[in-house]
């Protein structure tokens, strides 16, 4: 006659513990762009958030960098290599009260994007307004779009 055992859910911890050893080795390979886990938004490496855009003219990359100066803000283009870095510095006060979280991310972030080759950067143009940081990459004359009529 079969024997009935108690039914014991298997356990999630060695599976979090192999993701939490995965995401630290990506932090330390991409640290800018693998983030997974909600609990590491206060570490020192921060990825802001990035929308990019195309026109028939150009390339557009706007990162939203709230609370920032553009002195804390460094763009190179080399090697059809875009790459956007800084540090949001954290104001430290000795008076906490009233905090129930605090979700704001402080420390150093880098960003890179691989243009195509077909861009002009020497012509490469930034803006920052309100917290918003605003690239204009223009196409080099063989990347633009043609439009091609039918005979």
């Known amino acids: 006659m079969a024997q009935l055992t108690r039914y014991e859910r298997p356990t999630l ?37 990035t929308d990019m855009m195309e026109t028939n003219d150009e390339y557009i990359v706007e990162v939203d960098l709230p609370g920032m100066n553009k002195k804390d803000i460094t763009i190179n283009v080399q090697d059809n290599l875009l ?4 540090e949001r510095k954290e104001e430290v006060t000795e008076e906490h009260n ?7 991310s402080f420390g150093t972030f ?9 861009v002009v950067e020497e012509k490469v143009k930034a803006a920052f307004k309100n917290g918003v940081l605003t690239v204009n990459i223009p ?13």
């Open 83 to 86: 790459s956007i870095e800084g």
């Open 98 to 104: 009233g905090y129930l979280r605090n979700e704001r």
């Open 139 to 151: 196409k080099a004359e063989k990347g633009k779009r043609k439009k091609v009529t039918i005979d």
């Open 13 to 49: 911890q060695p599976i979090s513990n192999l993701r939490r050893d995965m995401d630290r080795i990506f932090n330390e390979l991409i640290p800018f762009s693998w983030r997974l886990d909600e609990s590491e938004a206060r570490m020192n490496m921060w990825s802001p958030r």
């Open 110 to 118: 880098k960003r890179a994007f691989s243009l195509p080759v077909s």
